[in-house]
């Protein structure tokens, strides 16, 4: 009896350990998903790096505090510091480290040779490096470009347009000929033009780039970037010219003249990548942000007295480049 | 009738571009005249930039931003005059000790006070009756804002301080040779602190010009290092007011120049490439500096610390 005692005990033991989870997959059941990102300029840029801290901030109430975390450091406009930061992120074994900014390229090809076991994504490129452990991604800017080209188009009185641009690459580049492509698309005729000056962080510069086009007859401006701020308050100050952004949300920076924003939405980019990390794939793969996926949106200001049959216009133009009727040609 | 407005938006252009370089290079003309370099001026101006924008975000008043611009200058004046004068540190590293340290607090005050880009209402266009009227001069000299003025009035009141007062004779004076002019019983120490102050208040009026009146907004790194470019205006400028303005109009000049003519360059059926557009200010500065460099008296005394007795 004291054996089958005995016995009945070891086997119910046995069986205890055999349905509870030993320690470490419990722990690993529980641990949250963690991300880094390094980013170029600040968090609340109304540009570039706010639309990644954003989308991080969707995805965290899309997961759950408890299972999503990240930690970010922005401002890092010397390429050197975010080497730094890169390498200490993937040797704490976060599991995605992000390199958001296209300067940062060369340095994350580096890291994901020394650290094949970590997850790294960059962009905007489409640039894998053909590694398994590194995504690209990147956005078609040029689409909502184009959409806010058509308005420009229509909206323009003097018929002159004017982009500030920074540097002739990535995705500024593609909104920028987007835009200019959109403005063609209607009337190409319309003096359109873009001035790169050659900078991401020249506020004053990019002002003064305003100031041209204003003083040479332009009543719609855009332009990507951070430094767009200082050509936002130019047209701000005139009071009679009109703004588009992109990247983020720029409504607020002008709330009378800014028509229309295309905003970043990255956390479709993030949610398939966390996904795929989670089933065991580290990279390999480039992603594009579109109309058609979501990642791309136009918002409207609401402030702004869009007329309907421009808004019309605007959602028949959103469509036909979803459904591939319009198609973008680019110079 | 193009040509007359592209002149005028050039010139009106490169006005309000030289003018924080105006402010900052003053500065530091004063403070190197009397021995002190000080590569912080960056570091300043971002400073001063989010005192006043802050200031006038917080209580809608003008004076209030340059007030709060003038007594951060004054105090990150004092800071690095205590570090190079007092303690003796190397002037090229407290420096860019300075600069780091502006870049980072106006940052970090940044993101813990107002945290996103919000627009204020900054100084305004002056309209000058008659005067802002006339044509293409008219938009040229008498379509800016206070601040403006304000920089390019510091230029003859700057020289006339440095050549015709006595505390401009005690500058070069310390400047050149210091042991003399304490033999002569000029406090060399007061003098520097006063100078390398004078610069910081200076640097900070530049930071201010930017956020309170020329682009409204701050940002982190507004400046985007046009403190070190004001430095090196110093140096074309030969340590003397008048060319130290003429170095940053010269500068500004072509970039306005360049702005304009990329924008305009479809009309004229012209393509040039951004890269070059923006190398051309740097490429002209450099070939200036080349020429100024052979009028060029530097101060003698300059980065070198003062020790009685030596």
Known sequence: ?331 | MLTDILRASVAASAIRLATPYIFASLGETFGQRSGVLNLGVDGIMLMGAFAAYYAVYETGSLVLGVIAALVVGLLMGLIMAFISVTLQAEQGISGIGIYLFGLGLSELLFQKTVSTPTPINGFSRINLPILTDLPILGEILFNHNLLVYIAFALVPISAYVLNRTTFGLQIRAVGQNPQAADAMGVNVARVRYMTVTIGGAFSAMAGASLSIALLNIFQSNLTSGQGFIAVALVYFGAWRPVWVMAGALLFSTVNALQLQIKTIEGALGLDIPSEFAVMAPYVVTIIALIFASKRAEQPTALTKPFERGE
């Not at chain 1, 470490?24 to 880094?36: C, D, G, I, L, T």
């Not at chain 1, 500030?164 to 200019?180: N, R």
């Not at chain 1, 319309?190 to 305003?210: G, M, R, T």
């Open chain 1, 1 to 331: 009896m004291r054996k089958l005692f005995v016995l009945s005990l070891l086997l119910a033991i046995l069986a205890t350990v055999a349905v509870t989870p030993t320690a470490p997959e419990k722990a690993q059941a529980q641990s949250p998903f963690r991300v880094a990102v390094v980013m170029p300029s600040a968090t609340n840029d109304l540009a570039f790096s706010q639309s990644m801290y954003n989308a991080l901030l969707a995805v965290q109430a899309e997961m759950g505090e408890a299972n999503f975390q990240f930690v970010v450091q922005d401002g890092t406009f010397v390429v050197d510091d975010a080497a730094i930061a890169l390498r200490e992120w993937a040797i704490q074994g976060y599991d995605l480290v992000i390199a958001h900014g296209s300067q940062y390229g060369a340095i994350l090809e580096d890291l994901a040779l020394e650290f094949p076991d970590t997850a790294f994504a960059w962009g905007t490129d489409n640039d894998t490096f053909g590694y398994d452990n590194v995504f690209a991604y990147e956005a078609a800017s040029e689409q909502g470009g184009f959409v806010s080209g058509v308005i420009a188009a229509n909206l323009t009185q003097s018929k002159v347009i004017g982009v500030v641009g920074p540097i002739e690459v990535g995705d500024a580049k593609l909104y920028v000929d987007g835009f200019l492509a959109g403005v063609a698309w209607v009337n190409p005729n319309i003096q359109a033009s873009a001035n790169y000056i050659n900078s991401f962080s020249d506020v004053a510069l990019a002002a003064e780039a305003a100031q041209a086009f204003v003083a040479n007859g332009a009543d719609v401006l855009t332009g990507s970037a951070q430094m767009v701020v200082g050509a936002v308050g130019v047209a701000r100050e005139r009071g009679n010219v009109l703004w588009f952004g992109t990247q983020s949300n720029q409504t607020q920076l002008a709330p009378d003249i800014v028509v229309a924003s295309q905003v970043y939405h990255w956390e479709v980019v993030l949610m398939d990548m966390i996904a795929k990390i989670q089933e065991g794939t580290f990279g390999g793969e480039s992603y594009r942000l579109t109309l058609e996926n979501g990642g791309l949106v136009v918002e409207f200001n609401p402030n702004y007295n869009l007329s309907p049959y421009l808004q019309f216009i605007a959602d028949k133009v959103i469509d036909g480049i979803i459904d591939g009727s319009i198609e973008i040609e680019l110079d």
